[in-house]
C-alpha cells in the first residue's frame, strides 16, 4: 500500500522502486538475524581475487573473466563452508 502511495508522488518514485524491487530480501536480516546488515566480508574475500587478476592481466575475454569469476566464488565457498576444495572441484569437474 505504501509503495502504490509513494509511486504517485514524483520525489519518492525512485525509492518506492527500490523498495518494490528488493522484496522481500528487504527483510532477510529480520528473519534471521544470524546475517550481517553490511557486506563487507564478501568484499574483503573477492579483494585478493580482484587484485590477482589484475596483476596477470590475461583475462581479456569475456568468456575467460566470467570463468574465472565462477571458479574462484565457488572456491571461496568451498573454503568458508571448510570443505575440501581440491576434492570437490575434482568431482565437479
Known sequence: MWIT???AHQN???FA????NGGEDWFTPILYPEMRLD???AERSLRPLVVLRKII???RSEVGKRDYEVM???ISTWKK???NTFSILQ???
Open 57 to 59: 592481466g590475461c583475462l
Open 81 to 83: 563452508q571448510q570443505k
Open 72 to 74: 574462484m566464488s565457488l
Open 39 to 41: 557486506n563487507n566480508e
Open 5 to 7: 502511495h509513494a509511486e
Open 12 to 14: 519518492l518514485r525512485k
Open 91 to 93: 568431482a565437479t569437474l
Open 17 to 20: 522502486t527500490k523498495i518494490k
